[in-house]
């Protein structure tokens, strides 16, 4: 699966890396604690998470993340967004649950 495969069914808002959206995703993880997700995001997941501070682009990058979906409607600011884009970490955005999010995730890469 490819993240863009992911947008219309996640209602995500792209905001950072339009151009790496054929980006192959392998799983995802759901997590909120950055030591955890430091220890656990694999190479090529979404990382799903409601934290939108400057951590999780540091964090994405060091992981090599396929993408990190903010949930419940949360964007990070704009100095966040512009890190991001320079590290080319894609940030995407969606109203839903995490719980829903990685419900549907799931399905989508079982396909």
């Known amino acids: ?4 495969d992911a947008i219309d069914e996640l209602q995500l808002q792209v905001k950072t890396c339009k151009d790496k959206l054929s980006t192959e995703v392998t799983g995802a993880y759901v997590s909120d604690l950055l030591s955890d997700v430091m ?3 694999q190479q090529g997941n979404i990382w799903i998470t409601l934290q939108i501070h400057m951590n999780i682009v540091a964090i994405a990058s060091l992981k ?3 993408a990190i979906i903010t949930i419940g409607g949360r964007s ?3 100095d966040v967004l512009e890190k991001a884009a320079s590290e080319k970490v894609v940030i995407m955005s969606t109203p839903l649950s995490a719980f829903e999010t990685a419900g549907r995730l799931y ?3 079982n396909k």
């Open 39 to 41: 220890g656990n995001l």
């Open 1 to 4: 699966m490819k993240i863009s």
């Open 64 to 66: 090599n993340a396929a």
């Open 107 to 109: 399905s989508l890469l």
């Open 76 to 78: 990070p600011q704009y």
